[in-house]
T-cell receptor, first 113, second 115 residues
Framework: DAKTTQPPSMDCAEGRAANLPCNHS???????VYWYRQIHSQGPQYIIH???NNETNEMASLIITEDRKSSTLILPHATLRDTAVYYC??????????????FGKGTHLIIQP | KAGVTQTPRYLIKTRGQQVTLSCSPI?????VSWYQQTPGQGLQFLFE???????NKGNFPGRFSGRQFSNSRSEMNVSTLELGDSALYLC??????????????FGSGTQLSVL
């Protein structure tokens, strides 16, 4: 089962910042938070990941709360091409190496013109 | 740098047949993982191969198997196909360190339809 909880859908106006929340209250100390997105019928696209510090790259920012029980993905200036399903994933490590990614149902983000 | 390449893009089979899907990882990547995506179950992890050995495995029956070659290319096989095996099969490649902070890069998938 997925270790994360996300709202099923969200709307955002084009040009505004899109803030996607994720709850992961049972996260362990050595587990990372990953964000991927998937546009219909394509493979998931990596966005960003982090452990405890906030992270930023050319696509997005990731804000992780101090207790690590939740995080927010921020797309600073959303465009119509950002319409996709966004997955928040918690990934750890077991004896055989890093765990496979466990995808939940994600958030369907719709960018409105 | 070329991305993850999966072939074929579409495949139609009938119940009881077997099928082999192929994945070429990004150059320099040594780990290949396979995922199944269906409307009902979403994206589910099948298995991961590293250095020609299965390193991690999801919760799928033995009809699903895979292998990896010395050049890191991977194939997955599904035997005795069932209608429920209709899905988008995705391959992901990574460097293969085994650490949880390693990014996975996905291909576009193979859409398998079982009739």
């Amino acid at each position: 089962d997925a270790k994360t909880t996300q709202p099923p859908s969200m709307d955002c106006a084009e040009g505004r910042a899109a803030n996607l929340p994720c709850n992961h209250s049972t996260i362990s100390g050595n587990e990372y938070v990953y964000w991927y997105r998937q546009i219909h019928s394509q493979g998931p696209q990596y966005i960003i990941h982090g452990l405890k510090n906030n992270e930023t790259n050319e696509m997005a920012s990731l804000i992780i709360t101090e207790d690590r029980k939740s995080s927010t993905l921020i797309l600073p200036h959303a465009t119509l091409r950002d319409t996709a399903v966004y997955y928040c994933i918690v990934r750890g490590f077991s004896g055989g190496g890093a765990d496979g990614l466990t995808f939940g149902k994600g958030t369907h983000l719709i960018i409105q013109p | 740098k070329a991305g993850v390449t999966q072939t074929p893009r579409y495949l139609i089979k009938t119940r009881g047949q077997q099928v082999t899907l192929s994945c070429s990882p990004i150059s320099g990547h040594r780990s290949v993982s396979w995922y199944q995506q269906t409307p009902g179950q979403g994206l589910q992890f099948l298995f991961e191969y590293f250095s020609e050995t299965q390193r991690n495995k999801g919760n799928f029956p033995g009809r699903f198997s895979g292998r990896q070659f010395s050049n890191s290319r991977s194939e997955m096989n599904v035997s005795t196909l069932e209608l429920g095996d209709s899905a988008l099969y995705l391959c992901a490649s990574s460097l293969g360190t085994g650490y949880a902070n390693e990014k996975l890069f996905f291909g576009s998938g193979t859409q398998l339809s079982v009739l």
